[in-house]
Each structure stands twice: as structure tokens, then as C-alpha cells.
């Protein structure tokens, strides 16, 4: 067996048995090399999207920097064999500005860069993303980071929008108005989890995700809360009694000030308590279009 140099880190990796590398005689240069992606003939079928998914990336929401995971594809057509997914992400990153700005103007250009760039009629994306904001506390005023999950969708075909939705995923607190009305004191609760998702028009307001959040935690027996002192948590707890929800009770008041927001075409709404009585959830869900 030979011996090599163990000193040396060519000596180890050597002993550890890298080799040199084969001589190919295949081409090297870009414009020598077969590109399989731009084959044309019949495929069969045309494809509706074909892309990349679970792409992390650095993305704004409002005031904070958080991390995004991406789903961007494209349409693909009959006749091309497949896409060149190099392009995707070469698209997003001619948007990144210290993070990209996670919002539908951006998301927009984005995709009209990725559509131009693949030669294609459309393409979609899919972030879903963290949403970071200042909450205050109901007596104190004491301000902390609140949060709310969040997922943009978008498709573009010719440079217009042709859908765009957000959803919006919020922790709240029940009350349970039965618990209430059958005990001589006292009454259970839950956290509750509310989930929206909205198809939006192409024009929205600056405040669009505030005043969905508020539609899905103000019908709640009592928002969530980073920090709370004693004055606080007095007035949260009594708050929620004040104000008892079964879960079909939450779902019908979110619903009923969604309708009212006139920049939202259509929703999907699940409310889901994990009861603190039963070892089961108790969820109700609807679907409205206008």
C-alpha cells in the first residue's frame, strides 16, 4: 500500500482515498454542452407548474426581517422538455434588496421576472413567512413582539395578476359558554386556533393584514398577549368571561366582519380550540364567497 504525506492535507485526503480526477471528453464550455431543458418536440402534456419548493430566504414583513419558504413555478409548455430552474432563483434574487420585501407589489415583479425570463404564460409563488409586530398590553401598555403565521400566494399569466391570497394564522383564547352557564362559578377555556385565508383584490389598502388579523382576535373571548403585569391578566381573564365563544360562535362573528372588508373577494375560515377538558379539539370551518 502506498504511504502518503500525512501532514500534508492533499497526503491525508490521499489516505483516505480521494483520487485524481478523470479526464472527460465531454465539452466544458457552456455553449459546447447539450442543454436538455430547451429539447422541443411532443411531450404529451402540457404541465401546469414545475418549479422549486422549500427554497429559505430572507424576507421583510412590515417592520421585521424574518425568513421566508418559497414554492415559485412556472407553466410548461407541450412542446419544451423542461425549464431552467437556475432562472428561479436568478428572479428572486434581482429583487433582494436586504431581504425581500415580502408583499404583492413585490411578489408581482418577481414573477413577471421569473415569466419573462422562462419564456412562459404563467407563473405562481407560494411564501409562507412569520409575521412580526408590536403588541401592546390592554392596562399597561407595555409593548412586546407578537406574531402570526403567514402564507402569500400569487399567479401571474401576461404580466397580470390573475389570483392572489393571504393567509393568516392567529392564536387566540374561548370561553366556553356552556362551562359558564351550567357552573356556579368559574369557567374552562382554551387556546383557540384561527386560520384565514383570503382571496384579495389586486388593489389593497396599507393596513390590509391589520385588519384581517383584528376581524379573526377582536371575536375572540380575549387576544393573546406577549407580556402581561397583574392589571393586565385581570382584565384579559375577565374579558373572556365576558365574552363566552364556542368555536361556531367564533367562525360566524370573523366571517360576518370579513364581508364587511370590501377589498376581500372570497375566504376560508377554520376555528380550532384545543379544549382543556377533553382530550380532543373541537373545530368548525366555512367557506364564503362574495
Not at 427554497?55 to 414583513?61: D, F, G, M, N, S
Not at 397580470?160 to 357552573?183: D, G, H, N, Y
Not at 393596513?207 to 387576544?223: F, G, H, R, T, V
Amino acid at each position: 500500500m502506498k504511504e502518503y504525506n500525512l501532514k500534508t492535507r492533499e497526503g491525508r485526503w490521499r489516505h483516505f482515498g480521494s483520487v485524481d480526477p478523470i479526464k472527460g471528453t465531454k465539452p466544458t464550455e457552456k455553449e459546447l454542452m447539450m442543454d436538455l431543458q430547451s429539447s422541443k418536440k411532443d411531450f404529451l402534456f402540457e404541465i401546469d407548474h414545475v418549479g422549486i419548493k422549500n427554497l429559505t430566504y430572507p424576507v421583510r414583513i412590515g417592520d421585521f426581517q424574518t425568513v421566508g419558504n418559497f414554492s415559485l413555478s412556472t407553466h410548461l409548455a407541450k412542446d419544451e422538455k423542461g425549464i431552467n430552474m437556475s432562472r428561479i432563483l436568478e428572479s428572486v434574487e434581482s429583487h433582494y434588496e436586504n431581504g425581500l420585501t415580502l408583499d404583492f407589489d413585490t411578489l408581482k415583479k418577481v414573477l413577471i421576472t421569473l415569466q419573462t425570463a422562462m419564456k412562459q404564460k404563467n407563473a405562481s409563488v407560494e411564501v409562507e413567512g412569520v409575521w412580526f409586530f408590536d403588541r401592546y398590553s390592554p392596562i399597561t401598555n407595555l409593548k412586546a413582539v407578537g406574531h402570526a403565521d403567514t402564507t402569500f400566494e400569487m399567479t401571474v399569466a401576461d404580466e397580470e395578476v390573475i389570483s392572489q391570497s393571504l393567509t393568516i394564522k392567529a392564536q387566540v383564547t374561548t370561553l366556553c359558554p356552556c362551562s359558564k352557564e351550567i357552573s356556579e362559578y368559574s369557567a374552562h377555556n382554551q387556546r383557540g386556533v384561527v386560520t384565514v385565508k383570503a382571496d384579495l383584490a389586486e388593489e389593497l389598502p396599507a393596513d390590509y393584514k391589520e385588519q384581517m388579523l383584528e376581524a379573526m382576535e377582536i371575536n375572540a373571548s380575549s387576544m393573546l398577549y406577549p407580556i402581561l403585569k397583574r392589571t393586565d391578566e385581570k382584565s384579559v381573564t375577565e374579558r373572556a368571561y365576558e365574552n363566552p365563544r364556542f368555536v361556531e360562535d367564533l367562525l360566524r362573528l370573523i366571517a360576518a366582519d370579513l364581508v364587511e372588508l370590501p377589498f376581500i373577494k372570497g375566504f376560508e375560515i377554520e376555528c380550532r380550540n384545543e379544549e382543556s377538558i377533553h382530550q380532543h379539539d373541537a373545530f368548525a370551518r366555512l367557506k364564503y364567497s362574495k
